[in-house]
């Protein structure tokens, strides 16, 4: 029986040997509309495609590029702390990274993106929360705090209308950019000022030992919203962050992988435009709680899809991924037994 197995096994390596012998012959031009058209390759690009899209919807580097502006929208006011703490992210992706190349072939990886995506949706849910409970309980702004400083360097539209104002409503002051100067008293959640977001106000706060803010408020979830950022990478990085890439080195037939990874890679890079062109237009027009929670939603999005169209490619002959491809087989109950047969694992 084993003598039997070994025969088959070694017939299949002769036979896909030779079928890429062929292909790396084959001088026929390859015709984009001609991809789509054939029914397996046009799978495989749906899947290979759509998550190079999904890697960028889920926000991965809003937070790489923007994470000095997140930390300060979490209500830490020093630029050098934000840009100190916004390293721990690039750090965590680096090691998450690392962690990849270990589970990638033990857990397989649609089980390795499935774990990744549930973990990016709730970090992602605990940062929405967070920012809600920071813009909505931001502190109030003190006429008395206000008036302690020179009335030309009070925020105009305040005023004009000093009713009800918090640090949340005084940083998106309409008429001109306005900052925030936490409270003197001992504690940044007391009552500050409003005043005028220059260098010369920066420096008259900062004079008597007060904090000054111009992104985000002072909040005592800022810590929260760190937590929140670190267990995105550390849960996006050893999925999300690499998967994708691997299955579009895997899924397409031979003769049409580099055309086809070539779209899948301009999608990543077009997706990643859009996402990080438009990060900081929604934090300014919505709110950073409801941005989060948009990209909450669309990691829900990616994990329908990979549940659906993405096939599980581990230790698997091209042969064999494209004959699921061709039967489109999609199976929900991906976690097998241990023990079973890998080519049965998870498509």
Same mark, same amino acid.
């Given at each position: 029986?084993?003598?039997?197995? $070994?025969?088959?096994?070694?017939?299949?390596?002769?036979?896909?040997?030779?079928?890429?012998?062929?292909?790396?012959?084959?001088?026929?031009?390859? +015709?984009?509309?001609?991809?789509?058209?054939?029914?397996?390759?046009?799978?495989?690009?749906?899947?290979?495609?759509? *998550?190079? !899209?999904?890697?960028?919807? $889920?926000?991965?580097?809003?937070?790489?590029?923007?994470?000095?502006?997140?930390?300060?929208?979490?209500?830490?006011?020093?630029?050098?702390? #934000?840009?100190?703490?916004?390293?721990?992210?690039?750090?965590?992706?680096?090691?998450?990274?690392?962690?990849?190349?270990?589970?990638? =072939?033990?857990?397989?990886?649609?089980?390795?993106?499935? @774990?990744?995506?549930?973990?990016?949706? /709730?970090?992602?849910?605990?940062?929405? /929360?967070?920012?809600?409970?920071?813009?909505?309980?931001?502190?109030?702004?003190?006429?008395?705090?206000? &008036?302690?400083? =020179?009335?030309?360097?009070?925020?105009? =539209?305040?005023?004009?209308?000093?009713?009800?104002?918090?640090?949340?409503?005084?940083?998106?002051?309409?008429?001109?950019?306005?900052?925030?100067?936490?409270?003197?008293?001992?504690?940044?959640?007391?009552?500050?000022?409003?005043?005028? +977001?220059? /260098?010369?106000?920066? =420096? #008259?706060?900062?004079?008597?030992?007060?904090?000054?803010?111009?992104?985000?408020?002072?909040?005592?979830?800022?810590?929260?919203?760190?937590?929140?950022?670190?267990?995105? @990478?550390?849960?996006?990085?050893?999925?999300?962050?690499? !998967?994708?890439?691997? $299955?579009?080195?895997? @899924?397409?037939? *031979?003769?049409?992988?580099?055309?086809?990874?070539?779209?899948?890679?301009?999608?990543?890079?077009?997706?990643?435009? $859009?996402?990080?062109? +438009?990060?900081?237009?929604?934090?300014?027009?919505?709110?950073?709680?409801?941005?989060?929670?948009?990209?909450?939603?669309?990691?829900? /999005?990616? *994990?329908?899809?990979?549940?659906?169209?993405?096939?599980?490619?581990?230790?698997?002959? @091209?042969?064999?991924?494209?004959?699921?491809?061709?039967? &489109?087989?999609?199976?929900?109950?991906?976690?097998?037994?241990?023990?079973?047969?890998?080519?049965?694992?998870?498509?």
């Amino acid at each position: 029986m084993a003598e039997e197995e $070994v025969t088959r096994e070694m017939q299949e390596l002769k036979e896909s040997v030779e079928a890429e012998a062929r292909e790396r012959g084959s001088s026929e031009k390859v +015709s984009l509309t001609a991809l789509v058209k054939t029914p397996t390759v046009r799978r495989a690009l749906v899947a290979g495609v759509g *998550l190079q !899209v999904f890697q960028q919807l $889920v926000g991965i580097n809003t937070v790489m590029y923007y994470s000095p502006s997140i930390v300060q929208l979490a209500g830490f006011a020093s630029n050098q702390t #934000a840009l100190a703490l916004s390293l721990v992210t690039s750090g965590l992706n680096a090691l998450g990274s690392i962690v990849s190349i270990y589970f990638i =072939d033990r857990t397989g990886r649609r089980k390795l993106l499935v @774990i990744s995506l549930v973990g990016v949706i /709730a970090s992602l849910a605990l940062l929405s /929360a967070v920012f809600h409970q920071t813009t909505t309980h931001s502190p109030a702004v003190g006429s008395a705090d206000t &008036r302690h400083f =020179d009335g030309s360097l009070t925020c105009p =539209d305040y005023r004009t209308s000093s009713s009800g104002w918090d640090c949340t409503r005084c940083l998106k002051a309409s008429s001109t950019e306005c900052g925030f100067c936490a409270s003197g008293a001992g504690s940044k959640l007391l009552p500050g000022a409003c005043l005028l +977001s220059n /260098a010369t106000v920066r =420096d #008259a706060c900062h004079g008597e030992g007060r904090l000054w803010y111009t992104r985000g408020c002072p909040s005592r979830y800022g810590w929260l919203a760190m937590v929140g950022l670190a267990l995105y @990478i550390a849960f996006f990085s050893p999925g999300m962050g690499t !998967v994708p890439w691997i $299955v579009n080195s895997e @899924i397409y037939p *031979l003769r049409h992988r580099g055309v086809c990874g070539g779209v899948a890679a301009t999608a990543n890079w077009v997706s990643n435009l $859009v996402v990080a062109q +438009s990060f900081l237009t929604l934090t300014g027009a919505i709110g950073p709680a409801w941005t989060f929670l948009i990209f909450g939603c669309l990691s829900v /999005a990616a *994990l329908a899809f990979v549940l659906v169209c993405v096939p599980e490619t581990k230790g698997l002959p @091209i042969e064999e991924v494209e004959k699921m491809l061709e039967k &489109r087989e999609v199976r929900l109950k991906f976690w097998a037994p241990r023990g079973r047969g890998s080519k049965n694992d998870g498509v």
